[in-house]
Every structure is written in C-alpha cells, then in structure tokens.
C-alpha cells in the first residue's frame, strides 16, 4: 500500500489530489492532510478519507481543528513545524506539496531529509534555492517529481537522459504560456481589477496562482524552477505563449528533434503522474481528441505589457539572492493587489524596486541565506507598495 501524505489539500491542487488517490485505488491511502486554514474543509476531507494525521499552518485555525479533530486522528503542531513532521512521517511513501508560497520551504526540505518520493507544486522554494534543494535531494535520495503541467511535461520529455546530462543533450526548453485573461487585451492594464485577474480562460486555480498567470511572474518562477530542476542555464527556456494549453511544453534535442507533452488542460493527469512515478495509470482525464483541434498558436511574450516574465529572467541570469527576493516580493505585491491595496501595474513595479536593492552573487547562497533573503525582501516590499498606494 501507497500512504500519500498532502499539503494544502483543500486547495485546487490538493483536492483533485484526492480524486486521483481515490481513483488509484485500495492500494492507495491517504496517512495526512494539511491546510492553510480552512478547518472545515480539512474536516470534510478527513471524513472522506480518515487520515491519521493533520495539521494547519494558521495558529488560530489550529485550536479550532484540534478541538473538532476526529477520535484517533492525530493533530501535529500549528505552522512550520506541523507541516514540516507531517512531510517527514516515516510511514509516508509519497508527500505532495500543494502549500503555496515561500511557506513551502521547511516542508520540503524535511522531505528531501527523509528521503520522500515527492510530487511538488510548490515551485516558490525552487524559485529560491531549487539549487541547493536538488543537492540536498541528490545527498539524502530523494525524488522530487513535478506536478505543474509545463515542468511535468519537461521531466516528461527527458525521461530518457540521464539526471545530470541535460544541459549537453538539449539546445532549448520550450515553456508554454496560456497567456492569462488579459494576453490579447488592448490598451493599458492599469485599471485592471482582481475580480478580473482571478478569471482565468483555461485553469481553474487559487488566487496567487491565478494572478501569477495574469502577470506572466508564472512563467517567469517555473523558468527558475526548470532551470533549478535541471540544471539548465536560463538562456535555454525559451516561453511560448499557447493560448489552447494543449501543449504543456516540450524540449529541442541537440539534434533538432523536438518532443512535447500534450494532453487536454486538466491537471488531475500530472498531479496523477507524479504520485505514480515511473509508472503511469489510467486517468480520470479526459483523452484528447485530435480530430476537435482546429489550431495550435504560438506566440512570442510581450515582455513590455508584462514586465514581471523579464524581471523573473533577470534574477535567474544574475543569481544569488534575487530569485528568492523576487519571490518575496511578488508574494507581497499580490497579496496586496488581491486586497485592492495596490494596482495590478505596482506588482512589476514593487518587485522591480525589490531587486535594484539586491546585491551579491550566487557563490555564497546557502539554504538559511535563501530564508533570510526572503524575510528581507518582504520588508522591502511592503515599504515599496505602501508608497506606490500613497501616489
């Protein structure tokens, strides 16, 4: 039996999560969940599912999980802590991270320290030391298998290199762009609100996702991760904007031939993949149907209308603490905009000004640095925004 521990289940990822578990069947159980804060969603998960463990990472939530929990399930301690023992269970085969943001960092690396097969949709720790985690990864065994669709379409495509030899087998990563709701929007997007920021044509996802898209900073954090994953220099990831989400991305061999993932724009078939890897199984995704394509279309990014694709490329080409200072800051600026505190053109700008104030290089990065850049940029952020809203 596969025991499968998920963080942030109650959200997009975590919930189809379950469906998958539920569609592989009784071989598969579900040993811990964790959320954000929504207890009564981890309430009715854990019925469903009967977990032994749980945890939430907000302390208010916690005492109103630990007074609700189910006899016999245990309740790990609020915050970092409890997620990070909930992904180093020794009883755990598989941990899925679904938590979003930086708060995805110490669980993680308690997950590569326990040598964890893991499915990982928290691509914000490999924005800030995917690096250092791949060592650590390599040092304690680990796996690390990605969940979203275009970095599993990449793993996908080069399953046949050796882990080490990609950067002399490939000329380029193709990373598609679905492009967001405001893509093929004419005119300025400064008056863009977060009611219409949250509306994505093709995904359905949480909030901070769902603006990342909106901005292109997605593309711009999985061009890291992908770099970080394998060990790739930046000027090989070349995105594409795919408006149809078909093709989730694909590699150029050295050779010239190109390979790509594709299948339709439904992320129970990678979040599946990953928890199932190497093997595969059959999906609760529907097949695609090639006969219903009228057209695939490719286009270049508009790097001046979405500035945070090019700021995010930037960091990755100059290294050190900018990935994590730019992760920080972007995590600043939309919860901001999302709060209607801040213009959906101050989130390039609150990162813009995050990143003048970086200094340094990547030679003395270290884990703890990584954390402390991300606390320092937080700051800086806040302060950048707070003036951007006062104009």
């Known amino acids: 039996m596969k025991q499968v521990v998920i ?11 379950l469906k998958a578990v539920r569609h592989l069947g009784r071989e598969w159980r579900v040993l811990g969940l ?62 899925l991270s679904a938590v979003t943001g930086a708060a995805g960092f110490a669980p993680l690396l308690a997950a590569i320290r326990a040598s964890k097969h893991i499915a ?22 680990a796996k690390i298998i990605p969940v979203d669709s275009e970095p599993s379409a990449i793993f996908q495509c080069l399953s046949s290199v ?27 997007l400064a008056s863009v609100t977060p009611a219409q920021a949250l509306k994505h044509p093709r995904w359905q996802m949480g909030p901070k996702i769902t603006v990342d898209s909106a901005t292109l900073m997605n593309k711009g954090l999985e061009a ?40 339709v724009p439904d992320m129970r078939l990678p979040i599946q993949y990953a928890l199932t890897w190497p093997a595969r199984a059959p999906s609760l995704a529907e097949p695609l149907d090639f006969y219903k394509l009228a057209r695939l279309d490719f286009f270049r990014p508009d790097f001046r ?41 101050g989130i390039p700008a609150v990162v813009e000004k995050v990143l003048t104030a970086c200094r340094g290089d990547s030679a003395g990065l270290t884990l703890a640095g990584a954390v402390e850049a991300d606390a320092w940029a937080r700051q800086k952020a806040a302060a950048a925004a707070e003036l951007i809203r006062k104009r």
């Open 224 to 263: 890291i991760e992908i770099q970080n994953l394998f060990s790739l220099p930046i000027s090989k990831v070349q995105v594409l904007v795919h408006p149809q989400s078909v093709v989730h991305s694909g590699v150029e061999y050295a050779d010239g031939s190109v390979l790509a993932q594709l299948s």
């Open 34 to 95: 964790a959320a954000n804060s929504d207890v009564k969603g981890l309430l009715a998960q854990a019925k469903a599912c009967r977990p032994a463990y749980l945890a939430v990472f907000d302390h208010d939530a916690w005492k109103e999980l630990s007074a609700a929990a189910p006899k016999g399930v245990k309740v790990l301690p609020p915050g970092v802590e409890g997620l990070a023992e909930l992904a180093s269970l020794s009883a755990a085969d598989v941990v």
């Open 305 to 345: 209308r979405f500035p945070c694709l090019e700021l995010a490329l930037e960091a990755a080409r100059r290294g050190g603490i900018r990935p994590a200072a730019l992760n920080a800051a972007n995590e600043v600026a939309v919860e901001r905009f999302i709060a209607g505190r801040l213009p959906f053109t």
């Open 120 to 141: 990982l949709a928290n691509k914000e720790p490999m924005v800030m030391a995917g690096g250092l985690l791949m060592a650590e990864a390599r040092r304690w065994e």
């Open 7 to 17: 963080l942030g289940s109650t959200g997009s990822i975590g919930v189809n999560a």
């Open 162 to 188: 050796p882990a080490g030899g990609y950067d002399a087998a490939l000329n380029r990563v193709f990373l598609t762009a679905s492009g967001g709701p405001f893509y093929a929007r004419k005119g300025s």
